[in-house]
């Protein structure tokens, strides 16, 4: 019974790191609802930093968002590391709605 218990935690265990590395492309699963309002305050983030920082001395790459939270960072390295629920959406996806 406990090497069933043990078993069944470790595929959720890999279930859940597979869903957090998913592009935001390829994310079949969410509803085009939830995907705005993560556009959405990927956006306000985003704006935020380009009217702070007006000359933009580093372009940001995207923003990581918090799936539960809708709190977000930008993000400037290449491959950002996510948590569990947490999404990256590129700054191509972000500019491409605000403009």
């Known amino acids: 019974m406990i090497k069933l218990a043990q078993q069944a935690k470790d595929e959720s265990?890999?279930?859940?790191?597979?869903?957090?590395?998913?592009?935001?492309?390829?994310?079949?699963?969410?509803?085009s609802l939830r995907q705005l309002a993560l556009l959405q305050a990927a956006q306000q983030i985003y704006r935020s930093y380009y009217e702070s920082n007006a000359r933009m001395v580093k372009r940001p790459v995207g923003v990581v968002i918090?799936?539960?939270t809708y709190r977000g960072k930008l993000i400037f390295s290449q491959k950002p590391i996510l948590?569990?629920?947490e999404i990256f959406i590129p700054l191509n996806e972000i500019e491409s709605e605000i403009y």
């Open 83 to 85: 948590l569990f629920q």
């Open 66 to 68: 918090n799936q539960v």
């Open 13 to 31: 265990v890999v279930q859940a790191s597979d869903t957090s590395a998913e592009n935001w492309e390829d994310n079949s699963e969410f509803s």
